[in-house]
């Protein structure tokens, strides 16, 4: 898979991808990572980026000559699988099932918006989607840049090594991790379940998946309204409520 990241900063994207798993996927091939200035596709004396907003107001906002001019020269055979996005604070939330899709294309190219925003053609005109990575306002498109390729990074076979390793993360499958242990298997009193060191794999999984579910429900109810539950999932969840219920005084 090819990441194209269109961004006025380039040398913030060194250090996050120049660094263990992405780093070990492009130098294996699986993955190339590239960034793009637009300002190299600004023509005029200056290489001006941006201007003032019509209507009048304050900031700058990026002129979309340099941005379609940067996204067209990426874009080597049209009839590749590709997906062009824009992250910015108005866009679609990014979660999980996103960074799923986007694995799936063959061309991923990413718009970092700076200043007061881009101008509107450029999302009406050229962009597949606007997505943001949570409520909130960032100085640049940068850091949820560098957040989606990461997580679009992992989804592609191979990158993680271990088979199925991807499939075992939170929100894969709708739900959270399970709790995981390490050796020693004691640490300052406090010992490792028996059941993981019981060599009783059907065991570990059910106690695995019960532990996802319970973490779901501690944590992060509002998932499981969404999820379709499996009959042994549903059973794993009274047993949970049960123990709950166990529980209060």
């Not at 003032?52 to 906002?61: A, D, E, K, L, R």
């Not at 549903?234 to 949970?240: K, W």
Request: net charge negative; glycine share 10%.
């Amino acid at each position: 898979m090819r990441i194209d990241i269109i961004s006025l900063f380039p040398e913030m994207f060194s250090g996050p991808f120049g660094h263990s798993i992405v780093k070990r996927a492009c130098e294996a091939d699986r993955l190339t990572i590239s960034i793009t200035n637009p300002r190299d596709f600004a023509f005029d004396k200056h290489r001006i980026v941006d201007d003032s907003p019509f209507g009048g107001g304050c900031g700058m906002v990026m002129k979309p000559d340099p941005i379609f001019g940067a996204v067209r020269s990426l874009i080597a055979d049209p009839d590749q699988r590709r997906r062009i996005v824009l992250t910015c604070p108005g866009g679609n939330r990014f979660d999980q099932t996103k960074a799923k899709e986007l694995a799936g294309y063959d061309q991923l190219i990413l718009i970092c918006g700076h200043y007061e925003g881009i101008d509107e053609r450029v999302r009406l005109h050229l962009v597949d989607e606007a997505v943001s990575i949570g409520d909130y306002v960032l100085t640049g498109g940068e850091l949820p840049a560098m957040v989606i390729a990461d997580a679009v990074a992992r989804m592609i076979p191979g990158v993680l090594g271990a088979a199925g390793g991807a499939e075992e993360d939170s929100f894969y499958h709708g739900l959270l991790e399970y709790p995981q242990y390490t050796r020693p298997r004691a640490f300052e009193g406090w010992e490792v379940p028996e059941v993981l060191v019981s060599g009783d794999h059907a065991k570990i999984d059910r106690w695995r998946r019960k532990q996802s579910l319970k973490n779901t429900l501690d944590r992060r109810p509002d998932l499981l309204a969404n999820l379709s539950l499996s009959p042994e999932d549903t059973e794993l969840l009274a047993e949970i409520l049960d123990e709950k219920a166990g529980e209060e005084p």
